[in-house]
């Protein structure tokens, strides 16, 4: 009788201490850290595109993987203490939401492979070449300089005018390569391109009031964390100045904005995952050459338009993907 008892006890011991070793073993598991710069909110739509792709390609979180977020809240200079503390906790890999993030955590480590979405990486200084990259920074790379040029031309198209305004966000590290991506864009044209220095929120309101002034129509308005943040203060200020807004990103749109020309940026993180993948596999970044976005979006809100009192032409309504009549 004993005898069966132990057996039984062993055998059922068999049975649930793989699994209970896993359960209190996350140490044993890979942990993916990812740093953002606007709020845990904000991103919530295009962030949760990581794990989704992750999940696609046969992870489970909690089994295969652990993963930690940090959020810099629109500020990008706390970004690099963020990514101290995520380095004390040992990732096996670095997502950097943003240029800044990238930047820091190129700084932070040499070790640790980053993969960086969103990111001019030349642009950066974090790599001199596309097609192979330096040390252990890769990722997904995104021609600013030729979508800063597509939002002035459709800007141009709606409004008439060869003026335009542009935000800059001078605690961006990349801010002096953007500038110039749209200078060089403006150049081309040919348009006049007014800048204006971006510090803190409050700052955005003033660059609106003074564009008003300059009797600016529309301003471009780059994909930056803390403008994403702010994008509602963005929406009510169209209104309010009567000043026009192009963006690179949807998100602007679905709360106000009147135009996004951008990447998917949903899809851009589903693609993330397959370098985690990689990473986790055992590939080093100097063999995952940066790759560029599939595709890119045309969204319009024709509610925002007609507070505007613009008609949008048939022929820019044709090309739009999404159309949308409210916020």
Do not use: H
């Amino acid at each position: 009788m004993r005898r069966r008892e132990f057996i039984a006890l062993l055998g059922a011991a068999t049975f649930w201490w793989p699994t209970v070793l896993l359960a209190q073993s996350p140490d044993l598991r890979p942990l993916i850290a990812v740093v953002i710069g606007a709020s845990q909110q904000s991103s919530e739509r295009w962030r949760t595109g990581l794990p989704e792709g992750l999940k696609q390609l046969g992870y489970v979180e909690g089994r295969d993987y652990d993963i930690e977020y940090r959020y810099a809240d629109g500020d990008l200079t706390r970004q690099p203490a963020l990514l101290q503390q995520l380095l004390r906790r040992d990732p096996k890999v670095i997502v950097a939401g943003n240029a800044g993030a990238a930047v820091a955590a190129r700084q932070a480590t040499s070790r640790v492979p980053i993969i960086v979405s969103t990111v001019d990486p030349i642009g950066a200084g974090l790599a001199t070449s596309i097609a192979r990259p330096n040390d252990n920074v890769t990722g997904i790379f995104v021609d600013y300089a030729r979508l800063l040029g597509k939002q002035l031309e459709l800007g141009f198209e709606l409004f008439g005018t060869k003026r335009a305004g542009l935000l800059v966000n001078i605690n961006n590290p990349i801010a002096p390569s953007l500038r110039s991506d749209a200078e060089a864009a403006a150049n081309t044209i040919p348009a006049q391109l007014i800048s204006a220095d971006i510090q803190t929120p409050t700052d955005i309101d003033d660059a609106f009031q003074g564009f008003a002034r300059e009797g600016v129509k529309f301003v471009a308005v780059y994909p930056d964390p803390m403008f994403v943040n702010e994008r509602r203060r963005f929406a009510d200020l169209e209104i309010k100045t009567r000043v026009a807004a192009i963006y690179s990103q949807r998100a602007f749109v679905e709360v106000g904005g009147l135009m996004s020309y951008g990447i998917d940026l949903r899809d851009n993180w589903r693609r993330i995952a397959a370098y985690v993948d990689k990473i986790l596999k055992g590939a080093k970044p100097v063999d995952l050459p940066f790759e560029q976005p599939t595709g890119l979006e045309l969204v319009i809100n024709l509610r925002t338009a007609k507070a505007l009192d613009l008609s949008i032409p048939p022929s820019l309504l044709a090309r739009a993907d999404e159309v949308q009549i409210a916020c």
